[in-house]
């Protein structure tokens, strides 16, 4: 079926449209399944014109996975030959992206497909290699015309992996990115937003609600609507910092620009327990950052660790991490859990040097100091750490304004009180920042 005629049917009114679909051959209706572009909605089809990005914001259920497919799918259709698939980890892209790019096609057209890389054949000679978020340096060397991103905003490394592609979009006339994403405000996102080469759409999980079941839409309105977590997630806004947070946006961008790293004189892994029982618990994520600070007395987040996991689970994760970054100790909250945290630690390694810590204030009190480092330019966050960044930006002067526990955001605290602030009282530390 051609495209005239099914945007033509697309543009009748339910009853002709009913009637012409009904007149159809078997081969025709068959032919019609496949033609995503009278399916679609608008604002899943790529717009018209000169552009190099098209960033598709939109919520979570609005379609964008289908749509990035089915974009992909065209691409091959009409001379593309070799394209790049990211996804932000290699779990989402075998069973997201290749998942839903195989679902697209009829049997005539669909690609096949080869794991350990990924590598996606078509039957006219295209070929798409998958990476993900997590390992940026895979991107050097090869060459595309074609490239969809899926949830960039999420990657652990999103902006030296949306660098390194940029390197690669040199093959065939007109290379062109699709990055399809639930909208956070990183920078990378608002430099892609700023680009004169990009087009934009914006899209609402209520948009898809034709094709998603009454009551789950139902429940989204009722926990989610006017909070922020639904202005983000359901309606796809790049939100503004809050009014009266002690971390802005711009703070955290500062943050997250490329520093070298030095020798480090210290590390630690800092938990913010939670009581919570296992994966399945209601209970709050428990808290798990490490930081360091270097010999430059600058202070640099190295991870964020933070899990839902059994105390055997998330046992493991710190002193894996511990491990890993060769810390000097373990910090833990002992107000929350008490000795708890320690036998947990030191039943999973009894080497592991522990050191518990007291929450005299509150956490507001505790955060400030923590800011006022920030605000100086004294801290670094290697990579994008997205989940702990939006809980540092919910903190305002009178409380977090997040849902539930800022964990993350103590976690870290916990960590930068160790290595640079060396616990005194506020009015101690404050004068000791002002001098500096």
Known sequence: MSFSLASSLASLAPDQRQAILASLTEEQAAELLWDWRFWARPNQIAPDGEWQTWLALAGRGFGKTEAGAQWVRERVKNGARSIALLAETQKDLEEVMVARLIAVHPPDEAPTVRYKPVRVIWPNGAVALGYNGTEPNQLRGPEFDTAWVDELAKYRYARES??????????????????????????????????????????????????????????????????????????????????????????????????????????????????????????????????????????????????????????????????????????????????????????????????????????????????ALYEQGRVTHVHSMPDLEDQLCQMAGDGYLGEGSPDRLDAMVWALTDLMLDNRSVTDLYAKLAGE
């Open 162 to 371: 949306w660098d390194m592609l940029q390197f690669t979009m040199r093959a065939g006339l007109d290379p062109r990115v699709f990055v399809t994403t639930t909208p956070r405000p990183i920078p990378v996102i608002r430099e892609i937003l700023a680009d004169r080469s990009t087009v934009v759409t914006r899209g609402s999980t209520f948009d898809n609600a034709d094709n998603l079941p009454a009551q789950f839409l139902e429940r989204l309105k009722t926990r989610y609507e006017g909070t922020r977590l639904g202005r983000q997630e359901l309606q796809a806004e790049v939100l503004d910092d809050v009014p009266g947070a002690l971390w802005t946006r711009d703070m955290i961008d500062q943050a997250l620009k490329p520093r070298a790293l030095p020798d480090m004189a210290r590390v630690v892994v800092a938990i913010d327990p939670s009581g919570t029982k296992g994966a399945s618990d209601d209970g709050d994520t428990i808290g798990i950052v490490v930081a360091a600070k270097g010999i430059d007395g600058h202070a640099y987040v190295l991870a964020d660790r933070s899990c839902k996991l059994s105390p055997a689970g998330w046992g493991r994760v710190a002193v894996n991490a511990y491990r890993e970054f060769e810390a000097n100790r373990i910090v833990g909250e002992a107000n929350f859990g008490g000795a708890m945290v320690e036998h947990v630690i030191k039943t999973t390694d009894s080497t592991a040097a522990y050191q518990e810590v007291k929450a005299s204030r509150g956490k507001v009190v505790r955060a400030e100091p923590v800011a």
